[in-house]
């Protein structure tokens, strides 16, 4: 039978254009988009029901009822990130003993009911109790010096937290250790299906690189004696 053309995009709040997302339509065809975001399907006529999968995002709209005849361009997702983590000060620059380090994280609801999340406090620094910013049921646990509880959002709903921490290591030359900083979300009874944020790194030391200096290439030059000269011309 004849086929017609589907087309979107898949994008994140600004425009990027979001990779490798999978696209289904009913449970036959199935597209990937492409560095630009792009997907396109050829479907046979009658209703089909699109739907993005990355599970890092939440989708907007979860998916998209088409019918063809006629061909559908347009039929665009925007992906919102499930877990983003940023930090102040930002990565440019080495930590030192005392500074103090800020960590935001910014969430959407999952697709998964009971989703737990869990954001340990990282290795060299000691948490700053009196800085939180929580979500109901999210609070720190002093014996695994965790952030953790049941995420009280609705699918797509928005939420954010922040606290601070502080710097209890001095970097040197001979041990520079590096401050690492990652969240996850995961079902209840699927700890395994963890979605993870991007790792947020500070370095307590930076090391010096030197540029290799390259000597200069002599430069050769052809001298000709008047004999060599005379034979040139002969």
Same mark, same amino acid.
């Given at each position: 039978?004849?086929?017609?053309?589907?087309?979107?995009?898949?994008?994140?709040?600004?425009?990027?254009?979001?990779?490798?997302?999978?696209?289904? /339509?009913? %449970?036959?065809?199935? +597209?990937?988009?492409?560095? #630009?975001?792009? *997907?396109?399907?050829?479907?046979?006529?009658?209703?089909?029901?699109?739907?993005?999968?990355?599970?890092?995002?939440?989708? %907007?709209?979860?998916?998209?009822?088409?019918?063809?005849?006629?061909?559908?361009?347009?039929? %665009? *997702?925007?992906?919102?990130?499930?877990?983003?983590?940023?930090?102040? =000060?930002?990565?440019?620059?080495?930590?030192?003993?005392? #500074?103090?380090?800020?960590?935001?994280?910014?969430?959407?609801?999952?697709?998964? +009911?009971?989703?737990?999340?869990?954001?340990?406090?990282?290795?060299?620094?000691?948490?700053?109790?009196?800085?939180?910013?929580? @979500?109901?049921?999210?609070?720190?646990?002093?014996?695994?010096?965790?952030?953790?509880?049941?995420? =009280?959002?609705?699918?797509?709903?928005?939420?954010?937290?922040?606290?601070?921490?502080?710097? +209890?290591?001095?970097?040197?030359?001979?041990?520079?250790?590096?401050?690492?900083?990652?969240?996850?979300?995961?079902?209840?009874? /699927?700890?395994?299906? /963890?979605?993870?944020?991007?790792?947020?790194?500070?370095?307590?030391? &930076?090391?010096?690189?030197? @540029?290799? &200096?390259? =000597?200069?290439?002599?430069?050769?030059?052809?001298?000709?004696?008047?004999? /060599?000269? %005379?034979?040139?011309?002969?």
């Amino acid at each position: 039978p004849k086929r017609y053309l589907v087309t979107g995009r898949a994008v994140g709040p600004e425009g990027a254009p979001i990779e490798n997302v999978v696209i289904t /339509a009913g %449970d036959v065809y199935t +597209a990937f988009t492409n560095s #630009d975001g792009a *997907f396109g399907f050829g479907l046979s006529p009658g209703e089909q029901t699109l739907t993005p999968i990355q599970r890092s995002f939440a989708w %907007d709209p979860p998916q998209r009822p088409v019918t063809v005849p006629p061909a559908a361009n347009g039929q %665009d *997702f925007v992906g919102y990130r499930i877990l983003q983590k940023t930090a102040q =000060p930002d990565v440019q620059r080495p930590v030192a003993y005392g #500074d103090t380090l800020t960590y935001t994280l910014h969430l959407r609801g999952p697709d998964f +009911a009971g989703a737990i999340l869990a954001d340990p406090v990282p290795t060299y620094t000691l948490f700053l109790s009196e800085t939180l910013q929580s @979500l109901p049921g999210i609070v720190y646990h002093t014996e695994s010096n965790t952030l953790s509880g049941t995420l =009280p959002l609705a699918v797509m709903e928005s939420g954010v937290i922040t606290y601070s921490v502080r710097v +209890a290591v001095t970097g040197t030359v001979e041990s520079g250790p590096v401050i690492v900083n990652q969240a996850r979300i995961y079902p209840a009874d /699927a700890p395994e299906q /963890a979605i993870w944020s991007e790792p947020v790194i500070h370095y307590t030391y &930076l090391w010096p690189t030197y @540029l290799p &200096l390259f =000597p200069l290439q002599e430069q050769t030059c052809l001298l000709y004696t008047s004999d /060599a000269a %005379d034979e040139r011309s002969s």
